[in-house]
């Protein structure tokens, strides 16, 4: 198995373990792939959920231009709602899982199609 391989198993075993739910593969796959060299980083592989710019971040970048949805404080609620999902103390909190969970919670499954 590659890296990315074990990576999407940590993602998998994350949204098992600390989310609660049974994850979607082939979907959690093609998320983690649109993450690009991001995974890699440490820094870039993870969400920083008190932190605010981070927060705006993940809504600009990843909800309104890659799931293209309209901005509007609905967003911030569901960035909001995942990171609780996740864990609040959950210091990784890893980008592909969290862009995963927002996927699910906005059904746009079909960017991924």
């Known amino acids: ?28 796959t093609k998320v983690t792939i649109g993450c690009g060299p991001a995974i890699y980083n440490d820094d870039a592989s993870t969400v920083a959920g008190s932190d605010k710019s981070e927060l705006e971040t993940v809504k600009n970048n990843f909800l309104v231009k890659k799931l293209s949805l309209k901005d509007s404080p609905d967003l911030m609620d569901a960035i909001d709602s995942v990171i609780e999902t996740y864990g609040r103390s959950e210091r990784s909190k890893y980008r592909a899982v969290v862009y995963y969970m927002l996927t699910k919670h906005f059904g746009k499954e079909s960017v991924y199609g």
């Not at 198995?1 to 959690?28: E, F, H, S, V």
């Open 1 to 28: 198995m590659g890296k990315r391989d074990d990576l999407i198993a940590k993602y998998a075993d994350d949204l098992k373990n600390k989310c609660g739910m049974t994850p979607d593969m082939d979907l959690l």
